[in-house]
């Protein structure tokens, strides 16, 4: 099964037997946690090349995965605010656009990985949970070109996105997350993708 299936149907399991695993839950969770997320949708923001009949400058297939550290949760409005550390890797499908090179806009298609550290401050107010993140990652795009050859450029940037989860119980959540990663496919590529994920995480 490819990546592309094996990741999604992960998710949708872990998703169908958190509720079963209520009962057996750990009623004192600590503060270590991990998740994994399909990204339905990466926006990369590239340009075609004129002519480019099967250009699709957005990724379908992308994903994320992260263990992270929960510091104490603060009291705050009604609420608590919850301050975490994580790290995080990132994997951005294939997507179909033009590249800047040396020799002008080619078509290609380029694919990304990436790990990285981010803060987190989330903010929870019964079983909902806002939350912002930033960070810094460390990047490597790959493109290979229609007409023959490719590049691979690593970079070191920022990143950044906003989330909210629902917590199922006390150790399991649901997540739906926007994350901005920054990548470079070639030396005159460089571009910021935007990730959208579904997924879900578990508090040990």
Same mark, same amino acid.
């Given at each position: 099964?490819?990546?592309?299936? /094996? ?13 079963? !695993? ?12 991990m998740g994994a997320s +399909? ?79 981010q803060g987190v401050l989330? +903010? ?15 990047t490597q795009g790959k ?16 990143? +950044? ?13 649901? !997540? ?25 995480? +578990? /508090?040990?």
């Amino acid at each position: 099964m490819s990546f592309k299936l /094996r990741f999604p149907a992960a998710l949708l399991a872990l998703a169908a037997i958190a509720p079963l !695993h209520a009962s057996a839950a750990d009623p004192t969770p600590g503060p270590i946690y991990m998740g994994a997320s +399909y990204g339905f949708r990466a926006s990369t923001g590239l340009d075609c090349v004129p002519g480019q009949s099967d250009c699709d400058k957005s990724s379908k297939r992308n994903g994320k995965a992260y263990v992270g550290y929960s510091f104490d949760a603060l009291p705050f409005q009604g609420g608590v605010a919850l301050p975490s550390i994580e790290l995080v890797g990132y994997m951005g499908g294939e997507v179909k656009s033009g590249f800047d090179t040396g020799a002008g806009k080619t078509a290609g298609r380029g694919k990304f990985t990436g790990l990285g550290m981010q803060g987190v401050l989330g +903010y929870q107010f019964d079983a909902f949970t806002l939350s912002g993140r930033a960070g810094a990652a460390y990047t490597q795009g790959k493109v290979d070109y229609l007409g023959g050859g490719s590049d691979k450029k690593s970079k070191i940037g920022l990143t +950044y996105g906003i989330g909210a989860a629902y917590a199922l119980n006390q150790n399991w959540s649901l !997540h739906l997350d926007w994350d901005r990663v920054p990548v470079k496919y070639s030396n005159k590529q460089t571009t910021k993708v935007d990730m959208f994920s579904l997924g879900a995480s +578990y /508090r040990f």
